[in-house]
């Protein structure tokens, strides 16, 4: 048994640090596995090599006599016994210490009160277009792409900005009029004056893309809101024919794309999610824009505006398809980069979301999580993230933006039948007052663990301009105090701002709020404003040009902010290390724009060990 030992400790793996991160989260899970089969598998063969010695048949000769062989047969068989049940019994030893190692090691220190391990990630709402944000890209021509269709837009000559009907040709407003007729739309007569007289002389860039009018009268923006990307109920997610969604057909000539967007939008059937409708087109989708919601708008638009607004999205698409097929680095690569983007951010979204969390946050106790869509439930719930956590969400999903708050819970650790929601608490103190927080925004539980610790843990995704944070911690605050034995970890998107302004919540003005009330955070007392967990930039392919950056004004028009946090009382928890990451590695590369291909969301995960603080005698 002692040679067995020694041998097992002698093969136990060692590992440097470097290993141990090159091997993931938990290697300790991983040396007491290897520890529990080297020890086995050299116990067993002792006992296999020890019984052959001590084998009655191979210790006597056949020189002795037949009664010294029974007799030393009998005492070594008995001695064979003892030895096999002092093996079996180091087995069993050797299993409990294993299973107790790592036991201990699947949720860290936490299991003897040392600390916990938290994170907090708004994983972002997927985003239908792929061209919408500048993006970490390593192919070259992403950027070649990119700039060249930033300087067609922005400086155009007048070579590239030419009439409407140079892109949009008269043939093309025949065959659309013919279709509309078909629909037995009104006012066809008077949008056809409205192409010849006015829309057809426009030019691309100057009279069409940045006219702000057609913009402010949603012209092309409804539409494009309606038809973009469709969710129907047998069909799975289906896209309009355009270069700002994930459409995977043929769009490498204005011949071929006009083919498909006239299908689409006039022969396509479907029937929607959710409704228990009859089978639709997206044509018969379009609704009229009222004046009474859009000032800017005419009455004579307002009568005619189904045709008009189909109009003008026609020619809004052939627009985009023309500048992209004239600056594409080489004949359909545009069409080729998109479709990466779409499989990496849009389609693969939610796979590498989880991919993330179950590879680099396995050490996690709690996780919060932002704009999390309900489909993610389904993906987390069948995923080995379900078995290792305990997935809380709101009673209630929000179903229109489908954008929802969670909070993960390590299985384990935690008491799932203790479990209470209290955000309906929390939202009620808004009542009567314009507090910017809409369904899905707020989740607000409280849960005890094993060893009897209670806890109060709320995930938040603030508002864009972070208006909403401070009245919400107020809000939660106020819990807090009706429950003094619980402790308050807050995981939130604060959408807080390195230079604040009126409408913008500045980030050091948030920190002196949630001081004043008794917390700390993450990043201290007193974050740094230029510890930024956001950078991205609007390209100028995307409907709100006046958004758009350079590649050159990223980092000064682009969102490069401080934005998220966890929140926690300084009598509770006291920070023993922080990170932030934008790879999906455990790391953050600065100054540089994400999403990238590997990295799907827009903020950078924050991670914090927070180690207990014992109550004074």
Same mark, same amino acid.
């Given at each position: 048994?002692?040679?067995?030992?020694?041998?097992?400790?002698?093969?136990?793996?060692?590992?440097?640090?470097?290993?141990?991160?090159?091997?993931?989260?938990?290697?300790?899970?991983?040396?007491?596995?290897?520890?529990?089969?080297?020890?086995?598998?050299?116990?067993?063969?002792?006992?296999?090599?020890?019984?052959?010695?001590?084998?009655?048949?191979?210790?006597?000769?056949?020189?002795?006599?037949?009664?010294?062989?029974?007799?030393?047969?009998?005492?070594?068989?008995?001695?064979?016994?003892?030895?096999?049940?002092?093996?079996?019994?180091?087995?069993?030893?050797?299993?409990?210490?294993?299973?107790?190692?790592?036991?201990?090691?699947?949720?860290?220190?936490?299991?003897?009160?040392?600390?916990?391990?938290?994170?907090?990630?708004?994983?972002?709402?997927?985003?239908?277009?792929?061209?919408?944000?500048?993006?970490?890209?390593?192919?070259?021509?992403?950027?070649?792409?990119?700039?060249?269709?930033?300087?067609?837009?922005?400086?155009?000559?007048?070579?590239?900005?030419?009439?409407?009907?140079?892109?949009?040709?008269?043939?093309?407003?025949?065959?659309?009029?013919?279709?509309?007729?078909?629909?037995?739309?009104?006012?066809?007569?008077?949008?056809?004056?409205?192409?010849?007289?006015?829309?057809?002389?426009?030019?691309?860039?100057?009279?069409?893309?940045?006219?702000?009018?057609?913009?402010?009268?949603?012209?092309?923006?409804?539409?494009?809101?309606?038809?973009?990307?469709?969710?129907?109920?047998?069909?799975?997610?289906?896209?309009?024919?355009?270069?700002?969604?994930?459409?995977?057909?043929?769009?490498?000539?204005?011949?071929?794309?006009?083919?498909?967007?006239?299908?689409?939008?006039?022969?396509?059937?479907?029937?929607?999610?959710?409704?228990?409708?009859?089978?639709?087109?997206?044509?018969?989708?379009?609704?009229?824009?009222?004046?009474?919601?859009?000032?800017?708008?005419?009455?004579?638009?307002?009568?005619?505006?189904?045709?008009?607004?189909?109009?003008?999205?026609?020619?809004?698409?052939?627009?985009?398809?023309?500048?992209?097929?004239?600056?594409?680095?080489?004949?359909?690569?545009?069409?080729?980069?998109?479709?990466?983007?779409?499989?990496?951010?849009?389609?693969?979204?939610?796979?590498?979301?989880?991919?993330?969390?179950?590879?680099?946050?396995?050490?996690?106790?709690?996780?919060?999580?932002?704009?999390?869509?309900?489909?993610?439930?389904?993906?987390?719930?069948?995923?080995?993230?379900?078995?290792?956590?305990?997935?809380?969400?709101?009673?209630?999903?929000?179903?229109?933006?489908?954008?929802?708050?969670?909070?993960?819970?390590?299985?384990?650790?935690?008491?799932?039948?203790?479990?209470?929601?209290?955000?309906?608490?929390?939202?009620?103190?808004?009542?009567?007052?314009?507090?910017?927080?809409?369904?899905?925004?707020?989740?607000?539980?409280?849960?005890?663990?094993?060893?009897?610790?209670? #806890?109060?843990?709320?995930? $938040?995704?603030? /508002?864009?301009?972070?208006? %909403? *944070? @401070?009245?919400?911690?107020?809000?939660?605050?106020?819990?807090?105090?009706?429950?003094?034995?619980?402790?308050?970890?807050?995981?939130?998107?604060?959408?807080?701002?390195?230079?604040?302004?009126?409408?913008?919540?500045?980030?050091?003005?948030?920190?002196?709020?949630?001081?004043?009330?008794?917390?700390?955070?993450?990043?201290?007392?007193?974050?740094?404003?230029?510890?930024?967990?956001?950078?991205?930039?609007?390209?100028?392919?995307?409907?709100?040009?006046?958004?758009?950056?350079?590649?050159?004004?990223?980092?000064?028009?682009?969102?490069?902010?401080?934005?998220?946090?966890?929140?926690?009382?300084?009598?509770?928890?006291?920070?023993?290390?922080?990170?932030?990451?934008?790879?999906?590695?455990?790391?953050?590369?600065?100054?540089?724009? #994400?999403?990238?291909?590997? $990295?799907?969301? /827009?903020?950078?995960?924050? %991670? *914090? @060990?927070?180690?207990?603080?014992?109550?004074?005698?």
């Amino acid at each position: 048994r002692q040679r067995a030992l020694a041998a097992a400790l002698s093969r136990r793996p060692r590992l440097n640090a470097r290993a141990r991160t090159e091997q993931g989260c938990a290697p300790p899970q991983h040396q007491a596995g290897l520890f529990l089969k080297a020890a086995a598998a050299t116990l067993m063969s002792e006992m296999v090599l020890t019984r052959r010695e001590m084998s009655p048949l191979g210790a006597a000769s056949e020189d002795e006599e037949s009664d010294t062989v029974l007799d030393a047969a009998h005492d070594k068989l008995a001695r064979n016994r003892l030895m096999h049940w002092r093996v079996r019994l180091g087995l069993v030893v050797l299993a409990v210490a294993a299973s107790i190692a790592l036991l201990y090691h699947s949720f860290g220190q936490s299991a003897h009160g040392a600390y916990l391990t938290v994170a907090t990630w708004n994983i972002a709402a997927i985003n239908n277009n792929p061209f919408e944000y500048w993006i970490t890209h390593d192919d070259a021509d992403y950027n070649q792409l990119m700039t060249s269709v930033q300087d067609f837009i922005d400086a155009p000559d007048e070579t590239k900005d030419v009439p409407v009907r140079e892109v949009f040709k008269q043939s093309q407003f025949k065959e659309l009029r013919d279709l509309m007729a078909a629909e037995g739309w009104s006012g066809l007569d008077e949008t056809e004056t409205r192409w010849i007289e006015d829309l057809s002389k426009r030019h691309i860039i100057s009279g069409f893309l940045k006219d702000k009018s057609l913009g402010d009268k949603r012209l092309t923006s409804m539409p494009d809101r309606v038809t973009n990307t469709i969710n129907t109920l047998s069909q799975g997610v289906v896209y309009r024919p355009t270069v700002i969604n994930c459409f995977d057909g043929d769009m490498s000539s204005m011949r071929k794309w006009w083919r498909e967007w006239k299908n689409f939008m006039f022969n396509f059937t479907l029937k929607l999610q959710g409704t228990s409708s009859a089978v639709t087109r997206p044509a018969a989708m379009l609704q009229k824009i009222k004046q009474s919601k859009y000032p800017a708008i005419t009455a004579e638009e307002e009568a005619i505006s189904i045709p008009l607004q189909t109009l003008c999205q026609a020619i809004f698409d052939a627009i985009l398809v023309h500048i992209v097929t004239t600056v594409s680095p080489t004949p359909g690569k545009w069409q080729t980069l998109r479709l990466q983007m779409c499989e990496a951010l849009n389609k693969r979204k939610d796979e590498r979301t989880k991919a993330i969390l179950d590879n680099s946050y396995a050490d996690a106790d709690v996780i919060f999580l932002q704009e999390a869509a309900a489909a993610f439930l389904s993906v987390v719930r069948s995923s080995s993230l379900g078995s290792r956590y305990i997935v809380g969400h709101a009673a209630s999903l929000d179903g229109k933006r489908d954008q929802n708050s969670l909070i993960l819970l390590r299985r384990g650790l935690f008491r799932e039948d203790s479990i209470q929601e209290h955000t309906a608490t929390v939202m009620g103190g808004f009542a009567g007052r314009k507090v910017p927080v809409a369904e899905g925004d707020l989740l607000v539980l409280s849960v005890d663990d094993v060893m009897g610790r209670q #806890f109060l843990l709320a995930s $938040f995704h603030g /508002d864009t301009n972070g208006l %909403a *944070t @401070k009245p919400v911690l107020a809000e939660v605050h106020k819990l807090a105090q009706s429950f003094p034995q619980r402790k308050l970890i807050f995981g939130l998107d604060a959408n807080t701002y390195e230079r604040g302004s009126s409408d913008k919540q500045d980030v050091l003005d948030w920190a002196t709020d949630y001081v004043s009330k008794g917390y700390t955070s993450c990043w201290g007392d007193v974050p740094n404003p230029k510890n930024h967990t956001t950078f991205n930039a609007r390209t100028f392919l995307q409907a709100q040009l006046q958004k758009a950056a350079k590649s050159t004004e990223m980092a000064a028009k682009g969102d490069k902010n401080p934005k998220d946090f966890i929140l926690f009382r300084k009598d509770n928890f006291a920070v023993m290390s922080t990170t932030k990451d934008n790879t999906g590695k455990r790391s953050y590369t600065e100054n540089m724009v #994400f999403p990238t291909l590997a $990295f799907p969301s /827009d903020h950078g995960i924050v %991670a *914090t @060990k927070l180690s207990f603080i014992q109550p004074s005698a």
